[in-house]
């Protein structure tokens, strides 16, 4: 943290009153399963076929997805963490697709005080799933709260936080673990399989403001910025092992009708090509994701672990950061940095990569939707 920003952190996020945890949600018991996934792909244009796979994903963990109890987690050190360093600026979790809904939140904020909201979402990179659909979600949360004669608050949302130290340094220790978990004799020549959630290549090249859009299929901010967090670790992971571990970024997850282009490679497919290239090991490092979700826990330790294990291929798969306490110090750092920043402070941002900190305020045309909605927390938000 900047001493400029220590300097000011006299235990006050003023003008914030509020932190909201901002999330995807997911089924909590078999019955969740089917009304969770219908919230999901609402108007979204998902195959059948693709929602009874992932059903099936969901129901092979009894209907639960981790991602709740993850973000309770998170939640309690977020409140632990503040409390000890005397920041006195209550907590409150709400999702887009399942309870404790967004909505239901912002009403409780709302009717608790709260006037002056810092937004942290669960998705640490540009795009529209990540970063405009919660936007979209915020303002339906504060259209609803004004049409029950409510006055909505105000909400800020903290800036993406891929190239924030504290979200790659604990993925750099996950790898490190990872490695040491792998047989030594094939540690060594180990390749890193970076991997993200694919989305069509359409939202990846308009993906960020609207200068990081490409129509040539490099993929806008959403590839930009993972190639940044990739090279990142692979340096630091260098750095601390000696070895220069080969790495690529691959994508996973993929929905979309087969005719529509996703990010490509595969995970699975890149790591039959990387064995048919005689790589030794391979360490799944999920990036794109904030913490174990179901995700990481099929499309990674069950399905590509599969893959491996028919191919005879050594896998490991590293650490998401969670509620790791670097990542819990790098949350109470944003919403310091941009409290400062809005009582017109100097402030030093906190970073690693080549790309430098992300705008605080999503400009025009960032990470566009397919139809134009009403988005709260940019520059073009209805809301104050
Ligand atoms: C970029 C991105 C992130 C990372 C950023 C972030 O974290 O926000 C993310 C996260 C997540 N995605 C999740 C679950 C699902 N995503 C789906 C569908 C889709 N995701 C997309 C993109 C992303 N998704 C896209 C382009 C679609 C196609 C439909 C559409 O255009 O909107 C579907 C429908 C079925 C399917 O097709 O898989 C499900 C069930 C869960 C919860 C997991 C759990 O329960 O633990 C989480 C955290
Ligand atoms: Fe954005």
């Excluded at 009874?52 to 997805?65: D, L, M, P, R």
């Excluded at 105000?154 to 220790?173: A, S």
């Excluded at 996950?174 to 180990?190: C, H, S």
């Excluded at 909605?373 to 940019?378: D, L, M, N, V």
Aim: a negative charge.
């Amino acid at each position: 943290m900047s001493d400029q920003l220590r300097a000011s952190d006299a235990g006050s996020a003023a003008p914030y009153d509020a932190l909201l945890l901002l999330s995807f949600g997911g089924p909590e018991g078999p019955d969740d399963v089917v009304p969770f996934l219908e919230n999901v792909t609402r108007g979204r244009g998902i195959p059948r076929e693709r929602l009874k796979e992932v059903g099936q994903h969901y129901f092979g963990f009894g209907g639960v997805s981790p991602i709740n109890e993850q973000n309770r987690r998170l939640l309690a050190a977020l409140r632990e963490d503040f409390a000890k360093h005397g920041l006195d600026l209550p907590v409150y979790w709400g999702n887009r697709n399942w309870a404790p809904y967004l909505t239901d939140t912002m009403r409780e904020m709302a009717r608790d005080g709260h006037r002056r909201i810092a937004v942290l979402a669960t998705s640490a990179y540009a795009s529209y799933s990540g970063c405009r659909q919660y936007r979209e979600n915020l303002a339906d949360a504060l259209a609803t709260l004004a049409a029950e004669g409510v006055e909505p608050p105000r909400v800020d949302k903290l800036r993406h936080y891929f190239n924030h130290p504290g979200f790659t340094g604990p993925m750099t220790e996950g790898v490190l673990a990872a490695l040491a978990a792998l047989p030594e004799d094939v540690r060594d020549g180990a390749h890193l399989a970076f991997s993200t959630h694919s989305i069509p290549t359409a939202a990846a090249d308009t993906s960020g403001p609207v200068p990081d859009h490409t129509a040539d299929g490099e993929g806008g901010a959403y590839v930009k910025q993972h190639l940044d967090v990739a090279r990142v670790i692979a340096a630091e992971v260098a750095a601390r092992t000696g070895r220069e571990h080969p790495w690529e970024l691959v994508y996973q997850s993929r929905s979309g009708a087969p005719h529509i282009p996703w990010l490509e490679p595969d995970i699975c497919d890149h790591l039959e090509a990387l064995h048919g290239a005689g790589a030794p090991a391979v360490v799944m490092v999920p990036i794109g994701f904030v913490s174990d979700h179901m995700e990481v826990l099929y499309d990674l330790d069950t399905e590509a672990t599969a893959k491996a294990a028919e191919l005879g291929l050594p896998v490991a798969r590293s650490a998401t950061v969670g509620a790791d306490p670097a990542f819990v110090e790098a949350v109470r750092e944003l919403v310091l940095e941009r409290a400062a920043e809005e009582r017109g402070e100097a402030t030093e941002a906190c970073w690693v990569g080549m790309l430098g900190p992300s705008h605080h305020v999503c400009p025009v045309g960032c990470c566009p939707a397919r139809a134009p909605r009403p988005a709260a927390a940019g520059v073009d938000s209805p809301y104050a």
